[in-house]
């Protein structure tokens, strides 16, 4: 646990970006530091709404369950806030109709608890949380230009920033730690100033998706608060998400991988839906009232920055979230990532040494943090035709297991709460590759899963109802 120790006098810490990742770090600054700055170039609205620097912002959101806990450890009345707000809370297995490698999940209770709501209201919560912070500040409609280093070209000393309409000017700070985004300039910043910038690890998926929003009746989908119909790789690219939404709304995203997007007028759009693996978004979105127009987005690539493997880095700078890396979104694995990279950075600077020598320990950690999650979209991508990148060795084989890993989570249920606390952050993917869990994977292989029938409301008991298994496969 980070530490709450009494603050260093005279001491300002700029945490640069004002999203997921730079609130949390600042949460987490702020029991260090006599002054914590959060920089954004956006306009930081007190309301929900939407930012330009935030593009991913008007598409489908949902807290995993392991960031979830991450945050509700940074900020203990988040949650509560959330739901009083109007955020869906979902057991992820219960709630959620999940088709994955073709086919369908078991549902029951597994005590795996996410949010499902807009990212505007999870950002603006959050920022009143912050807001409300001793000795943090928030400055906006400010661009940073460059760091500062100090004489001896070892430390970073502060930023240099121009305010929208005025000069600009300097800014010095005892630490600097960049959380502006996949858009992170800090590798030229880095290179400007001499240093080794990071090595980059990238893998081009050309994911593509148009978003919808549409009015919520609670005997949609069954009672369930969402479903999510994925393609089986490599052949099949394209993707159906449909999640509850504050206000009695879903939010509606449907695309692919490779190009194979779907389109923005409502009859392509709807038969873009009937040709998912299965009908469930199809059949919502046909009888459902649409809300809002289509809103495209687009993700070119995987992009993951190596700092832990530079040798020489300034002091006194770091960088986390989407600058450090960024994640297809399909995964839903950022602002959970951002919330946990946190949490490393407080037991980070807590450490007796403090200051010093801070990126040596918290490089290591993020980088540690990150692994599982890349290596879940990493792989998951490369598993589709036309993705490039570096392919590790064995990942042909390590795919072919996983899709074992979905074939047995349609019928076991360890199988499946294992598959989804790997996929919720909450134990690392190797847990799948345990001798147990892959002999329940091959005794798998003798039960063949059933044909998908009409869902109905799972059990709220604290097991598995085994007649229910059975009613909805």
């Not at 997921?20 to 770090?25: D, E, K, N, T």
């Not at 393609?231 to 991988?257: N, Y």
């Amino acid at each position: 646990m980070f530490s709450t120790s009494s603050h260093r006098k005279g001491t300002r810490a700029i945490v640069i970006g004002g999203s997921m990742a730079g609130l949390a770090a600042a949460r987490v600054l702020q029991p260090h530091f006599d002054q914590v700055v959060i920089l954004d170039r956006d306009v930081l609205s007190d309301i929900p709404e939407h930012r330009q620097g935030v593009p991913q912002g008007r598409h489908a959101h949902g807290l995993l369950a392991g960031g979830l806990r991450a945050l509700s450890t940074l900020f203990p009345t988040l949650e509560a806030d959330l739901r009083a707000a109007g955020a869906v809370a979902a057991d992820v297995v219960r709630d959620i109709r999940w088709h994955q490698h073709g086919y369908d999940k078991l549902q029951f209770q597994s005590g795996l608890d996410g949010l499902l709501l807009g990212r505007p209201l999870l950002e603006a919560t959050l920022r009143a949380h912050v807001r409300r912070l001793p000795r943090v500040s928030f400055a906006d409609k400010v661009i940073v230009q460059r760091l500062l280093v100090s004489a001896d070209g070892r430390t970073v000393t502060g930023v240099r920033i121009r305010p929208f309409g005025c000069p600009e000017y300097s800014c010095h700070a005892d630490l600097v730690v960049d959380a502006s985004g996949r858009s992170s300039r800090s590798p030229q910043w880095l290179a400007e100033q001499g240093f080794e910038p990071p090595p980059l690890d990238e893998l081009a998926v050309n994911i593509g998706y148009m978003t919808r929003i549409y009015h919520r009746r609670p005997d949609d989908l069954g009672g369930n608060v969402g479903t999510v119909i994925a393609p089986r790789p490599p052949h099949q690219r394209r993707i159906g998400f449909a999640l509850a939404l504050e206000g009695d709304r879903w939010i509606v995203a449907l695309g692919g991988w490779m190009g194979d997007h779907a389109p923005a007028d409502p009859d392509g759009y709807l038969a873009f839906a009937r040709s998912l693996a299965r009908p469930y978004i199809y059949d919502l979105i046909s009888r459902a009232e649409p809300l809002s127009e289509p809103v495209p987005y687009a993700f070119p690539s995987n992009r993951r920055r190596r700092y832990e493997r530079v040798k020489h880095l300034p002091e006194r700078f770091l960088v986390m979230g989407d600058a450090l890396c960024s994640f297809n979104p399909i995964y839903g694995q950022g602002m959970s990532v951002a919330a946990l990279e946190a949490l490393a950075l407080g037991d980070a600077i807590s450490a007796p040494d403090g200051l010093t020598a801070l990126g040596a320990r918290f490089f290591p950690k993020a980088a540690a943090i990150v692994d599982g999650p890349w290596a879940v979209a990493a792989g998951g991508d490369l598993a589709f035709e036309g993705v490039t990148g570096r392919r590790p060795a064995g990942t042909a084989l390590v795919n072919w297991y996983l899709g074992q890993v979905h074939r047995a989570a349609a019928t076991d249920p360890d199988v499946c709460l294992a598959f989804f606390q790997a996929a919720n952050l909450l134990a690392p993917p190797t847990t799948l590759f345990s001798p147990k869990m892959m002999a329940r994977v091959a005794a798998s292989g003798w039960r063949r899963p059933g044909t998908p029938g009409p869902f109905t409301r799972p059990s709220t008991t604290g097991g598995l109802d085994a007649q229910h298994a059975v009613s909805t496969r």
